[in-house]
């Protein structure tokens, strides 16, 4: 394990790239408050990825909370955050026996050195291994081809994303199925489906399962506009504790209207288990003149 060296009060994490950059720091004799440092290398359209925002959050939490595991965060993004220094504002709402409730704010500062809230938070955290162990569902795992039959983002030609550096820290191996876009042919079916792993080969854990409800191309490339495609709210659910191993990512949408879209994940562990859901709100991209 390695500890952040940012502030006064720093919080263990381990040691990979992923837990370094969502690294908080207790603020010393400021009950609540988390100093970070947002890492440029979680881009995309030079706005920092929002699962990637909603982990360093839900690392704030879990410090903060009794409980130790997201069961579901709801987070609403009101301006796009920028890599740099930021400051992550927890309140304890609710204590239970299985259940904590707390809402968190993440603020960044404008030119004149005010706090400006990027994204505020409402999230509930238990214990995960204390769960019982009985499924009953009708969810079907996403038929995603083997991780070599896949696309990695170095197979072949893709769009020029502008401040796209998160694809160097991630390995997203894409179902053929859903890289239309990447040659000029995409199937206006709104779907997406990858196999997911960090590049530095860190097993999934639930705060990592918060990045990767958002960590895949937007299926509006899919549908054939490409662009910037902005979270307006994100509501993930973390269902159980992920087996060592990639992961499954499916993402549908269903709906594209009046310049939003909704899209639906889920994501699916090694051993064959739903151990993450979302729903996410975002602002489709503006059709290029």
Known sequence: MAQTTIGSTP????????????AVVRRAGESGVYDAELSPGWTIFHAVNGGYLLAV??????????????????????????????????????????L????ASLFQYDEEGREVERIRVLASYGDLDALSDDVRTTAASPDIPPREQCFGTSDGPAPQIPGNSITERLDLRLDPATVGWAVGAPSGKGEMRAWFGLADGRDADPLSLLLAVDALPPTSFELGIEGWTPTVELTTHVRCRPAPGPVRVSIVTRNLAGGFLEEDAEVWDSADRLVAQSRQLARAPRPRP
Do not use: C, K
């Not at 919080?11 to 969502?22: A, K, M, P, Q, Y």
């Not at 904590?100 to 809402?103: D, T, V």
């Open 11 to 22: 919080v263990t994490i381990g040691d990979s790239e992923f837990d370094r950059d969502t």
């Open 57 to 98: 959050i839900g690392r704030a939490l879990a410090d903060a909370l009794p409980h130790p595991d997201p069961f579901t965060l709801s987070a609403y993004y009101y301006t796009p955050s920028r890599p740099g220094p930021a400051v992550v504002r927890t309140e304890t709402v609710r204590t239970g026996r299985t």
């Open 100 to 103: 904590s409730s707390g809402q």
